[in-house]
């Protein structure tokens, strides 16, 4: 990428963007939380030189405009010569540097490092797009300066200056959002449904009447959507449960609806409360309300673990509210899935509170990413406090759950935001990795809170106040899978973070936005308190788990 290069230009405002493309440019080299591949990198630091460009190009514009003092004749030549050849050395310094920055990463996450013709590939990729986004900032310039013109002749220099402005940005936004955001997403919501209604050739309808999809049951097989047939037929038996504990157990219970199953969320929340009535879910020792990510895809790994650990005694109930990817229904319609996920709580809490207490199963809520903070969103704790329920486990939170940050902003002096402690930690407890802050063994309250979250999720820890202001994850001691190099930089950290976050479930298994099945186990150890499995048989089934982990799709 020939950025530092020495630039010959009348203007020092080209050499003012360079300069800015050159440092945005650089510091999108250093490491964050998630491994980057060449592409990801490319198109990250191509973007950041571009914005740099605008910000240098602005920053030189409002000096001008200021009528400050401008370098003129040989000063100027000097100085364009002295900017070149510093960006030029800053430039060749970072990518000589990147390779060993992204390794780095992915040494604390135990994966093999990336090759040495990393710098010469992302140069590659970043340098087109740099160009491109350039392009596109001088289109805006020329309808900017055009509109500018034309009604000069109607108002002032500077009212005119402020409608071309207006103008052009008025118009690119309406393109961006009105014609190609538009039926980019028309697209996708049309691609998402297909996908939803396909059934694969190895998901055959159960003939078992117990089982959701069946012929007896309420909601019929093509009604599930994929993600709710993956849901039901998959999962430990009765047998494997068995084969492993050497013990008796029980067959678990999964319930699923669909979108396509009901109109409106409490119709189909209705048809989950019939259906688990049905199957017999409320005569079980456990009964877990799970909230599924956009697409209403459940992690295998968080209900497959509950299962072992409760013998198969257990029954689990999710509902669909979305065909979209976390990110796109987040955007498109963020109120849904809350909604979706209060209709479902409701009808179920409202029942189980009918029951009577000694003999209604324990009563949990879950859920994964999106899914997590739409859990939260079902109820309100004021409305628990006459019979909580058991307990809940949220894993990878986004940044806005409101009950997550409310707890982490409120932690406890001296605790580290990527692991906080809150109050006397007999609500609510964080884990990760490592397990959690507080002893296993010390008191819990009538209801159970745990957050799952690694530090190297930029999903949980991305904010849009890291544009100012230095994250509080980033103090010292920092989480164990966050680089010790990770630096905060105005603008550009927020840049990389919104491109980790976009690929965060590229992360290997136990990091990222990618959970651990063993990890899910110490979670729902101190969620439940289940304390019939000796220490040895928790490491065995934590074994059993990690024979088969595997980056899985969350979204």
Same mark, same amino acid.
């Given at each position: 990428?020939?950025?530092?290069?020495?630039?010959?230009?009348?203007?020092?405002?080209?050499?003012?963007?360079?300069?800015?493309?050159?440092?945005?440019?650089?510091?999108?080299?250093?490491?964050?939380?998630?491994?980057?591949?060449?592409?990801?990198?490319?198109?990250?630091?191509?973007?950041?030189?571009?914005?740099?460009?605008?910000?240098?190009?602005?920053?030189?514009?409002?000096?001008?405009?200021?009528?400050?003092?401008?370098?003129?004749?040989?000063?100027?030549?000097?100085?364009?010569?002295?900017?070149?050849?510093?960006?030029?050395?800053?430039?060749?310094?970072?990518?000589?540097?990147?390779?060993?920055?992204?390794?780095?990463?992915?040494?604390?996450?135990?994966?093999?490092?990336?090759?040495?013709?990393?710098?010469?590939?992302?140069?590659?990729?970043?340098?087109?797009?740099?160009?491109?986004?350039?392009?596109?900032?001088?289109?805006?310039?020329?309808?900017?300066?055009?509109?500018?013109?034309?009604?000069?002749?109607?108002?002032?220099?500077?009212?005119?200056?402020?409608?071309?402005?207006?103008?052009?940005?008025?118009?690119?936004?309406?393109?961006?959002?009105?014609?190609?955001? $538009?039926?980019?997403?028309?697209?996708?919501?049309?691609?998402?449904?297909?996908?939803?209604?396909?059934?694969?050739?190895?998901?055959?309808?159960?003939?078992?009447?117990?089982?959701?999809?069946?012929?007896?049951?309420?909601?019929?097989?093509?009604?599930?959507?994929?993600?709710?047939?993956?849901?039901?037929?998959?999962?430990?038996?009765?047998?494997?449960?068995?084969?492993?504990?050497?013990?008796?157990?029980?067959?678990?219970?999964?319930?699923?609806?669909?979108?396509?199953?009901?109109?409106?969320?409490?119709?189909?929340?209705?048809?989950?409360?019939?259906?688990?009535?049905?199957?017999?879910?409320?005569?079980?020792?456990?009964?877990?309300?799970?909230?599924?990510?956009?697409?209403?895809?459940?992690?295998?790994?968080?209900?497959?673990?509950?299962?072992?650990?409760?013998?198969?005694?257990?029954?689990?109930?999710?509902?669909?509210?979305?065909?979209?990817?976390?990110?796109?229904?987040?955007?498109?319609?963020?109120?849904?899935?809350?909604?979706?996920?209060?209709?479902?709580?409701?009808?179920?809490?409202?029942?189980?509170?009918?029951?009577?207490?000694?003999?209604?199963?324990?009563?949990?809520?879950?859920?994964?990413?999106?899914?997590?903070?739409?859990?939260?969103?079902?109820?309100?704790?004021?409305?628990?406090?006459?019979?909580?329920?058991?307990?809940?486990?949220?894993?990878?939170?986004?940044?806005?759950?409101?009950?997550?940050?409310?707890?982490?902003?409120? $932690?406890?002096?001296?605790?580290?935001?990527?692991?906080?402690?809150?109050?006397?930690?007999?609500?609510?407890?964080?884990?990760?990795?490592?397990?959690?802050?507080?002893?296993?063994?010390?008191?819990?309250?009538?209801?159970?809170?745990?957050?799952?979250?690694?530090?190297?999720?930029?999903?949980?820890?991305?904010?849009?106040?890291?544009?100012?202001?230095?994250?509080?994850?980033?103090?010292?001691?920092?989480?164990?899978?966050?680089?010790?190099?990770?630096?905060?930089?105005?603008?550009?950290?927020?840049?990389?973070?919104?491109?980790?976050?976009?690929?965060?479930?590229?992360?290997?298994?136990?990091?990222?936005?990618?959970?651990?099945? $063993?990890?899910?186990?110490?979670?729902?150890?101190?969620?439940?308190?289940?304390?019939?499995?000796?220490?040895?048989?928790?490491?065995?089934?934590?074994?059993?788990?990690?024979?088969?982990?595997?980056?899985?799709?969350?979204?």
């Amino acid at each position: 990428m020939k950025l530092g290069l020495p630039i010959q230009c009348r203007h020092l405002g080209s050499a003012v963007g360079l300069v800015f493309a050159t440092l945005f440019f650089a510091a999108s080299l250093t490491p964050t939380l998630i491994p980057r591949t060449y592409l990801t990198q490319g198109a990250l630091s191509g973007g950041c030189a571009a914005i740099g460009y605008g910000v240098g190009a602005a920053l030189y514009w409002l000096w001008r405009y200021l009528e400050l003092a401008e370098a003129r004749g040989r000063v100027l030549r000097l100085l364009d010569l002295l900017l070149a050849g510093g960006c030029a050395i800053l430039l060749a310094a970072c990518l000589w540097r990147a390779t060993q920055w992204q390794n780095e990463v992915l040494r604390l996450m135990h994966q093999e490092p990336v090759a040495g013709t990393y710098p010469l590939r992302i140069c590659v990729v970043a340098l087109p797009i740099f160009l491109m986004l350039i392009a596109l900032g001088r289109c805006f310039k020329i309808i900017f300066r055009r509109v500018a013109n034309w009604t000069l002749h109607f108002v002032p220099r500077r009212v005119a200056n402020v409608i071309g402005l207006g103008v052009a940005g008025v118009l690119f936004w309406s393109i961006a959002n009105g014609i190609v955001f $538009r039926i980019a997403i028309h697209m996708l919501d049309a691609s998402f449904r297909e996908a939803d209604e396909m059934i694969a050739p190895d998901r055959v309808a159960p003939i078992t009447s117990s089982k959701t999809g069946s012929p007896a049951s309420l909601v019929a097989w093509d009604k599930l959507g994929r993600r709710g047939r993956e849901f039901v037929s998959s999962g430990p038996t009765t047998g494997q449960i068995r084969a492993f504990t050497g013990k008796d157990a029980m067959e678990p219970i999964r319930v699923y609806v669909g979108l396509p199953a009901g109109k409106t969320p409490a119709q189909r929340a209705r048809l989950a409360l019939e259906e688990l009535k049905r199957v017999g879910a409320f005569s079980r020792a456990a009964l877990v309300v799970i909230t599924p990510t956009g697409t209403g895809w459940v992690d295998p790994a968080a209900v497959d673990t509950l299962e072992y650990l409760f013998h198969g005694d257990v029954a689990s109930v999710a509902q669909q509210y979305s065909y979209l990817s976390s990110p796109l229904s987040l955007l498109i319609e963020p109120d849904y899935g809350a909604d979706t996920a209060r209709a479902l709580f409701s009808a179920i809490y409202g029942y189980w509170t009918t029951l009577p207490k000694g003999s209604r199963p324990k009563l949990y809520v879950h859920g994964l990413s999106l899914g997590a903070m739409n859990s939260e969103r079902s109820f309100e704790l004021y409305e628990l406090l006459g019979d909580p329920f058991s307990g809940a486990l949220w894993s990878g939170p986004p940044f806005k759950s409101r009950f997550w940050r409310l707890f982490t902003e409120g $932690r406890t002096l001296g605790s580290p935001a990527w692991l906080p402690q809150f109050g006397d930690s007999s609500f609510v407890r964080f884990m990760n990795q490592d397990g959690g802050a507080v002893p296993n063994d010390m008191r819990w309250g009538p209801m159970r809170v745990v957050y799952l979250q690694y530090a190297s999720d930029p999903v949980t820890f991305f904010d849009y106040r890291d544009l100012y202001r230095r994250p509080a994850w980033l103090a010292h001691p920092r989480g164990p899978d966050v680089s010790a190099r990770l630096r905060w930089y105005p603008l550009v950290s927020m840049l990389q973070l919104a491109m980790d976050a976009a690929v965060a479930t590229q992360a290997p298994v136990g990091y990222g936005h990618v959970f651990a099945p $063993r990890h899910y186990i110490d979670a729902w150890l101190q969620v439940t308190g289940i304390n019939d499995w000796p220490a040895p048989e928790i490491l065995r089934l934590k074994a059993h788990f990690a024979a088969t982990d595997t980056a899985r799709p969350s979204d």
